[in-house]
């Protein structure tokens, strides 16, 4: 497999407090690769740096080998990297189809309406509140249209930040599932989950953060099984 995330020694936090210290690991391409450790970590922190929200103070990051550290969000989403972030963030007074056609921005409203039938076809429940105010939806329902708004990019790089929060065990099966479908697809998925026992089920690689450094990289079906990883890292907290 080839390399589609490169972390190369890079500090990066808020004004003077470093978060990330000097954290390199790999993500290939193709795999969904699942952030683990403890409250703290920097996981977070992890996604909001490579989406060009942080700037790092030191070290590269890589896409497909290509410099972007620096890179504002905007430019970054035209080179394929999607983020959904954390909580709720959409715009809760407009409707459904709106949203969907905020999150086309950089494509053209042209371009985003010839892709939206395909969003739809993803999430028959969204395509029945399409003209329903956002805020009218239910937990479930508002997380499948953030990842639905994601996908309108038809991105390459996907960064997912706890996508189970708020929402049923039946859900969230379903926003893993639909992970593995764009894995299926070609597209390479970062995330980080506070379910980690479910997410490593779903994951191909799980990368341990500690301090803001790597401290261990395997297998999600290694650490799934190891007893030790458990008492570690699983159930941990969400991070900053």
């Given amino acids: 497999m080839s390399t589609c995330i490169e972390f190369d020694n890079v ?53 497909d ?19 959904v972030p954390q909580g709720r963030n959409l715009f809760g007074q407009l409707s459904v189809l709106e949203n969907l056609e905020l999150g086309g921005i950089t ?9 939206i039938p395909e969003i739809l076809d993803r999430f028959p429940r969204i395509k029945e509140r399409l003209h329903s105010k956002a805020s009218s939806l239910s937990g479930g329902e508002q997380k499948q249209l953030e990842v639905g708004r994601a996908l309108l990019l038809r991105p390459k790089v996907l960064l997912i930040d706890e996508p189970s929060i708020g929402l049923s065990p039946q859900v969230v099966q379903g926003v893993f599932v639909l992970l593995r479908d764009l894995v299926a697809q070609g597209t390479t998925v970062l995330m980080v ?3 980690v026992k479910s997410a490593l089920k779903y994951s191909d690689t799980a990368i341990a953060l500690e301090s803001g450094r790597l401290i261990l990289q395997k297998p999600a079906s290694e650490i799934l099984a190891d007893p030790n990883m458990d008492r570690l890292f699983l159930g941990a907290a969400p991070s900053i």
């Fill in 193 to 195: 989950e506070q379910n």
């Fill in 11 to 63: 500090v990066a936090g808020y004004k003077d407090f470093m978060i990330l210290n000097n954290l390199s690991f790999k993500a290939e391409t193709g795999t969904v690769t699942l952030l683990i450790g403890p409250n703290g970590a920097g996981k977070s922190t992890v996604l909001k740096t490579l989406f060009g929200l942080l700037k790092p103070r030191q070290g590269r990051i890589l896409l």
């Fill in 65 to 83: 080998g290509q410099e972007v550290a620096g890179t504002s969000p905007r430019d970054l989403l035209a080179k394929g990297i999607a983020f």
């Fill in 107 to 115: 494509i053209g409203m042209d371009e985003t309406r010839k892709r």
